[in-house]
């Protein structure tokens, strides 16, 4: 087991090499249904994510002190999936559990026509996150080989390129003190099917169905094999890939938690020295 799989008790097996896409991945190899390292059902998630949360929390705190003191890391967490596949529920659920200082989070949409006139990572670099803080990406540059990809809104060859273009991003950021954290949350076209029909079911879900999601769910096939090839091309040392089955929202929540404590845990932070005189200090306070 990893360190982190010695703080957190309910994991039975470490996930992590699981879920990591390596050599001779295939995606449609992937249960989407299955828990991987956890045994427990959902009943067993909510304490699970709880006791979690508090790790975490403890450590995001740990990891926003110490940029104070100088420390110039920071994290990258992407969260690329198919709709409906719970990356609302990772941001609000996972993430929520941070102070919100020290998180910086961005949803990308289509790109503006300004964004457009630029190179495709030129909006992505600017909402890169700070010294000390987590960035979270809710759809990330991936979109350019995903969806360009699917709906050939450019040339295979160009996209071609990004791939390249990516990996060589991605080790930029690593090289300058990032640990990138790629995941995919993985949903079966049944349980996507069934999630839109609750939105359509439920008055205060109908805020959350898109008619264009059933667009893009008629591409279904292509989005996999697009998918396959990104995390074939782009799963690197540097910024590896996991996939995360998301069947199950309590699992794939507990999963990207998981991945985020290892990342911290791997930091080995502590809390910053004073760079004052402690008993000094207390003393005029005393007097004050």
């Known amino acids: 087991m990893g360190a982190k799989a010695k703080i957190e008790k309910f994991w039975t097996v470490d996930p992590i090499d699981s879920l990591r896409v390596k050599p001779g991945f295939s995606l449609a190899d992937v249960d989407t249904s299955a828990t991987p390292g956890f045994d427990g059902k959902k009943k067993h998630s909510a304490e699970a994510l709880r006791k979690g949360a508090n790790i975490f929390r403890h450590q995001q705190e740990m990891f926003f002190a110490d940029s104070q003191d100088g420390d110039e890391r920071k994290v990258l967490l992407v ?40 190179d495709f990572l030129w909006r992505i ?14 759809r990330s540059h991936y979109e350019d080989v995903l969806i360009a990809r699917v709906r050939e809104l450019s040339p295979l060859e160009t996209i071609d390129q990004r791939y390249d273009e990516i990996n060589a991003f991605e080790q930029e950021l690593a090289d300058d003190g990032t640990t990138v954290i790629k995941v ?34 008629l591409h279904w096939p292509a989005y996999q094999e697009a998918y396959q090839v990104a995390l074939e091309r782009t799963s690197t040392k540097a910024a590896p890939w996991f996939v995360v089955p998301a069947d199950h929202k309590w699992y794939a929540r507990l999963a990207v938690q998981h991945l985020l404590i290892d990342a911290l845990t791997r930091m080995e932070l502590s809390w910053p020295e004073a760079d004052y005189d402690i008993k000094k200090e207390k003393a005029r306070l005393r007097a004050s």
């Open 79 to 118: 969260l690329q999936a198919m709709d409906t596949s719970g990356k609302g529920g990772i941001v609000r659920h996972v993430v929520g559990a941070a102070d919100p200082q020290g998180i910086d989070h961005f949803a990308f949409k289509a790109p503006t026509k300004a964004e457009l006139s630029h």
């Open 184 to 217: 995919m949350l993985h949903i079966s076209s049944d349980e996507q099917k069934s999630r839109l029909a609750e939105r359509l079911d439920r008055p205060d879900k109908y805020w959350k169905y898109n008619p264009g999601d059933v667009d893009e769910r």
């Open 125 to 138: 670099r600017k909402q890169l996150p700070r010294a000390g803080r987590i960035g979270v990406f809710d």
